[in-house]
């Protein structure tokens, strides 16, 4: 089946800085991706997403690259903020009623 | 902003027990989900639902569970007979399109003891 994966667990960057966070998906046939944020407690929160057809998309302070020819997605967050701390997951789905979720990269943005 | 809201927030079980897990999506959303995460893992789909039926399930969801919604508001997750390993996080999601971002509730941490 697909498998997502994370390619660092844990990440910690200087506040003020840019973070990227990476993730490897496995099955070329997906053509939809999100980017979620987890806190403490908390659902997953949609920060982006992005289509196959699509190899960049920028929103507010964050940027979503996606390589198919590598299967690699990445997320860069411009600036990073202490609230930005979160888990942050990629998750891939084909159909758009099922989504496969990395396992997550824990982002510490020290002040 | 709208939101996903998911009740009990922590619910403690006995193994063998039934369970129903609520969800309130967002009013003018049609498609929902159920997730769950164990503790240290992926979050895990486990079914998908529109029009009053399951469009899709994971091979997790097998016959201990069922979802249905009841009325024009509620989204529950039933598990029949609870075991140790249905201990997670389980998350309620609902969407206005089947391909478009979700929004998750905060969850409901269910404890099967």
């Known amino acids: 089946g697909e498998s997502v994966g994370l390619h660092l667990p844990t990440l910690s960057v200087q506040e003020g800085d840019n973070s990227i966070i990476n993730c490897a998906y496995s099955?070329?046939?997906?053509?939809?991706f999100i980017w979620y944020k987890q806190e403490s407690g908390k659902g997953p929160q949609f920060i982006i997403d992005?289509?196959?057809?699509?190899d960049k998309r920028q929103g507010q302070r964050v940027t979503v690259l996606l390589n198919k020819t590598v299967k690699h997605l990445s997320l860069q967050i411009a600036a990073t903020q202490p609230g930005d701390s979160a888990v942050y997951f990629c998750a891939e789905s084909l159909t758009g009623n099922q989504f496969y979720f990395g396992t997550g990269t824990s982002l510490t943005v020290i002040p | 902003e709208p939101e996903v809201t998911q009740t009990p927030s922590h619910q403690v079980t006995q193994m063998g027990q039934e369970v129903i897990l609520r969800c309130v999506p967002i009013s003018n959303h049609l498609y929902f989900y159920w997730y769950r995460q164990i503790l240290g893992q992926k979050v895990e789909f486990l079914v998908s639902f529109y029009n009053n039926e399951i469009s899709e399930k994971s091979e997790i969801f097998d016959d201990q569970f069922s979802v249905e919604r009841p009325d024009g508001s509620n989204f529950t997750l039933k598990i029949r007979s609870t075991k140790l390993e249905d201990s997670a996080m389980y998350f309620c999601?609902?969407?206005?399109?089947?391909?478009?971002?979700?929004?998750f509730g905060s969850g409901t941490r269910l404890t099967v003891v």
């Open positions: 999601a609902s969407s206005e399109w089947r391909d478009y971002g979700y929004t």
């Open positions: 992005i289509r196959s057809n699509m």
């Open positions: 099955n070329s046939a997906s053509d939809y």
